[in-house]
C-alpha cells in the first residue's frame, strides 16, 4: 500500500472486465430517463424511483449512486445514511434543487461523495461521476476493469500503472516492479495475480519471498501449489536463492514478480546473477509515489479514514480543511504506509470526530530517549566518542550473529545503511568474518 485495504474484493478471485454501475435515484421519470441517457457511455445505469426501490437495487454490484434529495418515500439523506451503514465504499452524489449552505456542509458530513445543485452542466456531473467510480476503485474508459477496493486511480500516473501492469499480468512474463517503500509494491504483485487468473485452481496461491526471510537461505521451498511469486527486494536475494529465481525462470510455469525501492540500474552488486539482472529488468513497471499522485490524495484520505473508522469503531471521522491542506504540504517518505500512519496516530489525539491541524501527528516516537539500558558517566563512559563506536561496533556484530545467513548489503538494510557504509564500519572495528569478505 502499505496501501489502505477495504477487501470487499479480494476474496472473489481475479478482477474481471465489465463496465461500471450506477444507480440513479430520483421520483421524477424524466430526470431518470434523462440521466440514463447521459451516463450510458460511462456505465450500466440502474434506475429506482424511491428509496425502497434504491435498497432493493444495492442487492447488485453497484460503483456509483446519484440521488435526489426530496423525494415521498424517504430522502435521498436517509438512503445516504443507509448507504454509509451497510455499503460505505460506494460513493454517494446528492443532487438538490433547494441548495443552502448549511444543508450541503450537512451533506458532506454525513459521507456525500459529492453535492451537485440543480439544473447543473452535463460535463459537470459526468466528471463528477467518473471521479466517484474510479475511487470505489473502477477504471472508467479504454474497456473498463475492476480492481481491489481500496485503491484510488484519479491520476493518471496511477491510470497508467495499472493499465499496463494489466497488460503485463496477462502476458505473463516476469515484471519488476520499481517502487519507493510504502507505495504499493506487494498489493500492486497480488493483484497482478489475481488478474491473471481465469477461474480459481488447487495450484493458483500466491508466495511471497522476503530478501530477510528464512527462504533466502533455504530457498528449497516447493513451488508446485504456487501460481505467482513475489520477490521482495529481489536483487537483495542470496546466491542460492539466485539460483532457484533463474530455474523457476527457466521453468516458465509460475509468474514472477519482482519489487525493489530504487532503479535497477543501480543495482549493481557483484554477486547478482547478470542472467538473472537481465531477465527481471526486461519489463519494468514505476509505481507512483504519493507525490506523483495529487490527484488521489484526496480520496485516499478518505478512504484511510473510513477505514480507520470501521477499525476504531467510531461514529464519524474527518479531518478540517487546515489539517488536509498540511497533511498535502507534508512529505511523505514512506507513502501510503505513513500517510495511514499519521492518520491513525492522529485519530488517537482527538475526542471528537475531527481532526484538525493541531491534532495531526507526523512524529515517529523518538527511540533515542527509550534506551533499553543506563550507561554510566564515570569509568571513562563519559568520553562519548569511545562510547558511540563501541554501541556501534556491538549492534553491528549482533546483527551479523542474528543473521549468520544474510550477506552484507543484507545486514545493511536491517541495520538501515548502505552496503558501503557497513563494510566500512566493519574495517574500522576489524570485524572479520571470512565467509562474507566475497558478498
Not at 521453468?251 to 540500474?265: H, Q
Not at 488517537?348 to 481532526?355: A, D, N, P, V
Request: aromatic content about 6%; glycine content about 6%.
Amino acid at each position: 500500500m502499505s496501501m489502505p485495504l477495504n477487501s470487499e474484493n479480494e476474496s472473489k478471485g481475479p478482477s474481471q472486465i465489465r463496465k461500471p454501475r450506477i444507480l440513479v435515484v430520483d421520483d421524477e421519470v424524466a430526470m431518470v430517463r434523462s440521466l440514463e441517457l447521459l451516463l450510458r457511455p460511462v456505465g450500466d445505469v440502474v434506475k429506482a424511483y424511491s428509496v425502497p426501490e434504491a435498497e432493493e437495487a444495492l442487492a447488485d454490484s453497484i460503483d456509483c449512486i446519484i440521488t435526489d434529495v426530496a423525494m415521498p418515500e424517504g430522502t435521498g439523506l436517509e438512503l445516504l445514511e443507509k448507504v454509509r451503514k451497510k455499503n460505505p465504499d460506494i460513493p454517494v452524489i446528492v443532487m438538490t434543487a433547494y441548495s443552502s449552505v448549511p444543508q450541503a456542509v450537512e451533506t458532506m458530513r454525513r459521507g456525500a461523495f459529492e453535492y451537485v445543485m440543480k439544473p447543473f452542466e452535463n460535463k459537470d456531473l459526468l466528471a463528477s461521476v467518473k471521479r466517484a467510480i474510479e475511487r470505489k476503485g473502477v477504471l472508467v474508459g479504454g474497456g473498463s476493469f475492476s480492481i481491489p477496493a481500496g485503491w484510488v486511480c484519479n491520476s493518471d500516473a496511477m491510470k497508467n500503472f495499472i493499465m499496463k501492469a494489466d497488460k503485463c499480468a496477462l502476458a505473463g512474463g516476469p515484471v519488476l516492479l520499481v517502487g519507493q517503500r510504502g507505495a504499493g509494491k506487494k498489493r500492486s504483485a497480488e493483484w497482478m495475480h489475481e488478474r491473471r487468473l481465469s477461474k480459481p485452481k488447487r495450484d493458483s496461491e500466491f508466495m511471497v519471498w522476503s530478501a530477510l526471510g528464512r527462504d533466502n537461505a533455504h530457498p528449497e521451498i516447493n513451488l508446485s501449489r504456487y501460481a505467482s511469486l513475489y520477490v521482495e527486494e529481489v536483487f537483495n536475494i542470496s546466491s542460492p536463492m539466485q539460483d532457484r529465481l533463474m530455474q523457476v525462470l527457466d521453468e516458465g510455469k509460475i509468474f514472477v514478480v519482482g519489487g525493489t525501492s530504487s532503479s535497477p540500474e543501480l543495482q549493481t552488486l557483484p554477486d547478482f546473477r547478470r542472467d538473472l539482472f537481465e531477465r527481471l529488468s526486461a519489463q519494468v513497471l514505476h509505481i507512483p509515489s504519493l507525490k506523483e499522485r495529487a490527484a488521489d490524495f484526496e480520496a485516499l484520505v478518505r478512504q484511510l479514514l473510513e477505514d480507520i473508522r470501521t477499525r476504531m469503531r467510531l461514529k464519524e471521522l474527518v479531518v478540517d480543511p487546515q489539517a488536509l491542506r498540511a497533511l498535502r504540504d507534508h512529505t511523505f517518505v514512506g507513502n501510503v504506509r505513513e500517510l495511514e500512519s499519521v492518520l491513525e496516530r492522529s485519530t488517537l489525539e482527538i475526542k471528537r470526530g475531527t481532526i484538525g491541524q493541531a491534532d495531526l501527528r507526523f512524529e515517529t516516537p523518538d527511540l533515542s530517549r527509550q534506551l533499553p539500558f543506563t550507561i554510566p558517566v564515570d569509568e571513562g563512559w563519559g568520553k562519548l566518542e569511545y562510547l558511540a563506536r563501541s554501541l556501534e561496533k556491538d549492534l553491528i556484530e549482533r546483527a551479523i550473529q542474528k543473521n549468520p545467513e544474510a550477506s552484507n548489503t543484507q545486514i545493511a538494510q536491517v541495520l538501515g545503511t548502505t552496503r558501503r557504509i557497513l563494510e566500512l564500519r566493519m574495517k574500522a572495528y576489524e570485524i572479520r568474518s571470512p565467509e562474507r569478505e566475497s558478498t
